[in-house]
């Protein structure tokens, strides 16, 4: 047994977060030392939380520091049951949960055709960034437990993350986790299932049987503990040997409704060298489209890593688009904007897609099974993706659902 | 200390520092009578034959004009955080064995914390301007030994005309000036674009010491504040710091949030129809309050619209509005930056104000009530609107008013900051201190969305069927405290440490000590 325990963060420039130490001790009951930015308004609240968390964990005797940078309850909640654990030496399993209150977006249901442009990474161990994350309006958000998060912090971001998953109000976004490679991530899946967690992203993916296999598990879990909605999975293909077998794990299973990519691992691994143009990722790219789409599932593009160049930003979205891609990665939220507008259709993508499906439909009327605009024939895949550039458009409120009604 | 009940329920005291006060009765609802003060006469034959003021240096400029125990010793603050003539005319006023001296800056910033030392010995007996950092903590806590006075560049200005404050000595720092005392910002190492904070200073106090580092030929050109209200003038080396003039709260905020409310601002200013061409803002010092005018800007472009005038705290990002032809003028109280600073000396639709001209209430008029909106920021909010922008959560005092009060006068006030800091809800039962009448503050926006003042049904109904996120304060109030837990009200003493005037000159509220900590 380690005896102590110590999670979170403190000092200059630390915000929404809080460091706790908890040190068990053999007898003398509770001595609790809270040193708090808040505490004229919320120090009273702050021992009665820990005091109430100690007892949840059947902790009598504990010397525990409190050092907060106006974390929020459920921040205060995770750090101190990660301080516990660590302090008794013991694996998650092995802990109860102690959980917070779910706010209103807890296990709000997401399905699989749901319009996915953007999503927007928030380092799973950082409060700060979780709590206006919904105002930007990314269509989802992807709590991050793998690489914006340090090997030894891997269990505080899991604590963190599956309360930010019940108590954060991430209003419609689809609320995304990335979790770590495979085995560490199949151990991470059912604390996120039991918090709500909608789509689980999959980094690092060339095995197309581990897939399976994790999808399975996850279904598993659906019915152990009981919920009502699906979870989704996003695969991450981020090697040479995951391009080959893209195809085989975009179908591995029915709960994959998307697929992605990851561009630094895949550079590292194939030798090959930054272009501003992309010339290293077309293959990568134009596969994992293809993959995507022989599947059935959503082709995402990955990150645009230069936060202050929007431009390039905008640039590498309309790239994505002509590809095939429907959606993009974001790693701050002024991107987010940038990457929404570049993917949703605009006004004469919309005209056309209207009159294409409206030449259609007037030819069924009159028994043609080819419909005509002017002198072109339009063909059953143009109608189709005319469709769905509809469906989008009325999904994102920018034409009525009513609309081939209107005249 | 007498404390009574004023119009809108606070305690305030009916006697500050030795003069009687008057609580505040409502807003619009005190009517002064009589005449304004007035400055002594002086006469020419007390002054050089050959209009030559310099004296040797500021202590035989102090001694000239007959410094003594007890005395009000003015200051502006148009250096900002970069000032330096405060701490030294205190430096040596205590070598010269001065006491109970009372400092009446136009505000005070961090840089004058030095001068607690003085207000410990007792060569400074208190200070009547705004308390933040250290000398905020330093009121708070208690050691003060007079009781601060808060009030709006407007108010100072007032309490100046209508002999409120008699000022026996008025210590000006100017950038440029000629030996007969006439002076300007706009020349000079230390160029800080405007001295409208020192004019009330210059007309009304009895004695006025211009201090320059940069001494030009007559006629120093242009002339802003008149040699014929000057004294003395000396010439040393340094006055300030001119890097620091651009403080921290004049920079354009970079967090996401931050930025996504002053776009809310913007598009609600747009929305409501108040963006029409000729119209008029404010955009105060703080981050969200000017990140907005950069997003109105870029909207008016859109739009095809530009403004009459903007009424500032300048900053570069209002100059670029004035130089692409986005507005037809810039009226400037303070220079925020660099840039507003050589934009006055070379743009002339870049003119300066004063608040004895733009804020004053005993006044036939003020500019503020021609102006469209005003975004400004606060520390706390209450249910019905009323606001606080003075005091932190827990009682100590953190900003200065400035012009906060006096742009509550402009026909539509709106409120920007975070709902939330640091788990600290900006919006509360009751506001801490009551610096804003709620009945004059129309609209609140934070991350959490748009609240209208239910009085502006004008406002409600001009943007129906817009796509702005309205809400009510009580929904952001709930949203706020269902993740953080509602507040438990602070610890406070009864002891009143300071009071802050409404613009009108009466009592709104009281600071009150705060416990020491455990």
């Not at chain 1, 990955?302 to 390039?312: I, K, N, P, S």
């Not at chain 1, 439909?361 to 605009?373: D, E, F, N, P, Y």
């Amino acid at each position: 047994m380690n005896r102590r325990g110590v999670a979170g963060r403190r000092g200059e420039g630390i915000r929404s977060d809080a460091y706790i130490a908890v040190e068990l001790r053999d007898g003398g009951g509770i001595e609790l030392a809270v040193k708090s930015r808040v505490d004229f308004i919320y120090g009273d609240s702050i021992r009665a939380l820990v005091f109430a968390g100690l007892s949840f964990f059947g902790i009598q005797n504990a010397w525990v520091e409190v050092e907060d940078s106006g974390a929020m309850p459920f921040v205060l909640m995770a750090r101190l049951e990660t301080a516990v654990r660590r302090a008794l030496g013991k694996d998650y399993k092995d802990v109860a949960e102690w959980l917070p209150e779910p706010g209103p977006s807890f296990a709000l249901p997401s399905v699989r055709e749901r319009w996915r442009r953007s999503r927007l990474y928030l380092p799973g161990n950082e409060p700060k960034f979780m709590l206006n994350a919904r105002i930007h309006e990314p269509d989802g958000v992807i709590l991050d437990l793998e690489d914006s998060v340090p090997p030894e912090d891997k269990d505080a971001a899991l604590v963190l993350v599956r309360n930010a998953l019940i108590a954060v109000d991430f209003a419609a976004c689809e609320r995304m986790v990335r979790i770590n490679p495979l085995p560490r991530g199949r151990e991470e899946l059912e604390p996120l299932i039991r918090a709500g967690v909608n789509v689980v992203v999959v980094p690092k993916c060339e095995d197309d049987a581990e897939i399976k296999k994790l999808a399975a598990e996850v279904v598993a879990i659906e019915k152990r503990v009981g919920v009502r909605h699906q979870v989704w999975l996003m695969p991450i293909i981020e090697t040479a040997a995951g391009v080959f077998r893209a195809y085989e794990i975009a179908r591995s299973s029915e709960r994959i409704a998307a697929l992605t990519y990851g561009l630094e691992d895949y550079i590292a691994d194939i030798g090959a060298q930054k272009t501003r143009d992309g010339w290293e990722a077309l293959w990568l790219r134009s596969v994992v489209v293809n993959a995507a789409r022989s599947a059935g599932v959503q082709p995402i593009d990955t990150v645009y890593a230069d936060v202050a160049d929007l431009e390039g930003l905008k640039f590498s979205c309309l790239q994505a688009k002509a590809l095939g891609f429907e959606g993009k990665g974001c790693i701050h939220p002024r991107q987010v904007r940038v990457v929404n507008e570049a993917f949703t259709p605009d006004d004469e993508e919309i005209a056309h897609a209207m009159e294409i499906v409206k030449a259609d439909m007037a030819a069924r009327a009159k028994g043609k099974s080819v419909a005509v605009i002017g002198s072109k024939m339009i063909d059953p895949p143009v109608v189709r993706r005319a469709r769905r550039t509809l469906e989008l458009a009325v999904a994102l409120g920018r034409l009525s659902p009513d609309w081939n009604k209107e005249g | 200390m007498n404390l009574v009940t004023n119009a809108l329920g606070r305690m305030v005291p009916t006697e500050i520092n030795g003069r009687p006060a008057v609580p505040f009765p409502g807003v619009d609802r005190f009517r002064p009578s009589g005449c304004k003060a007035a400055p002594r006469i002086p006469t020419v034959l007390d002054y050089p034959r050959d209009g030559n003021k310099v004296v040797k240096d500021l202590k035989t400029a102090l001694e000239l004009a007959g410094v003594r125990n007890g005395m009000t010793i003015s200051t502006h603050h148009h250096f900002r955080d970069g000032d330096t003539l405060a701490l030294q005319l205190f430096d040596i006023c205590a070598e010269m064995g001065l006491r109970d001296l009372v400092w009446f800056p136009s505000a005070a910033f961090p840089c004058h914390a030095p001068l607690i030392k003085h207000l410990d010995s007792g060569v400074i007996h208190h200070i009547e301007g705004s308390l933040n950092g250290p000398l905020g903590d330093y009121c708070t806590s208690g050691r003060m030994r007079g009781l601060g006075v808060l009030r709006s560049h407007g108010a100072r200005a007032m309490a100046v005309q209508d002999g409120e404050v008699h000022i026996d000595i008025a210590v000006l720092a100017a950038p440029s000036a000629d030996c007969f005392g006439n002076a300007n910002a706009v020349n000079g190492n230390a160029a800080c674009g405007v001295l409208g904070y020192a004019l009330a200073d210059a007309m009304y106090a009895d004695r006025v010491i211009v201090v320059t580092n940069n001494l030009v030929p007559f006629p120093c050109i242009p002339i802003e504040i008149s040699g014929s209200y000057v004294d003395y003038v000396v010439v040393q080396d340094s006055i300030g710091d001119p890097k620091k003039i651009v403080s921290g709260t004049t920079e354009i905020t970079r967090s996401p949030d931050r930025l996504y409310i002053a776009e809310l601002v913007a598009r609600f200013i747009r929305d409501a129809g108040i963006m029409r061409n000729g119209f008029s803002f404010q955009a105060g010092a703080g981050g969200i309050s000017l990140a907005f005018a950069v997003y109105l800007a870029q909207m008016m472009k859109e739009a095809g619209v530009k403004a009459g005038w903007v009424h500032g705290g300048t900053t570069k990002f209002l100059v670029r509005m004035l130089e692409e032809g986005l507005t037809d003028a810039l009226v400037d109280g303070q220079a925020f930056d660099l840039d507003a600073v050589r934009s006055i000396a070379v743009n002339r639709s870049h003119i300066g104000t004063a608040p004895l001209i733009s804020y004053n209430h005993h006044s036939k008029g003020n500019f503020i009530n021609l102006m469209d909106v005003v975004v400004l920021g606060a520390t706390e909010v209450d249910l019905n609107f009323n606001a606080n922008v003075v005091t932190h959560s827990d009682g100590r005092l953190l900003h200065g008013i400035g012009g906060w009060q006096n742009c509550l006068y402009a026909k539509c006030v709106i409120l920007a900051m975070p709902a939330v800091r640091d788990r600290i809800p900006v919006i509360v039962d009751e506001v801490t201190t009551l610096c804003g009448p709620g009945e004059m503050i129309d609209v609140v926006v934070t991350e959490l969305g748009i609240a209208i003042n239910p009085r502006r049904q004008d406002l409600i109904e001009a943007v129906k069927g817009k796509s702005l996120p309205l809400k009510s304060l009580e929904e952001m109030k709930a949203e706020v405290e269902r993740l953080g837990g509602k507040p438990k009200r602070p610890e406070r003493t009864s002891r009143v440490v300071a009071a802050v005037k409404w613009v009108d000159g009466t009592v709104l509220d009281s600071v009150f000590q705060i416990p020491e900590k455990q």
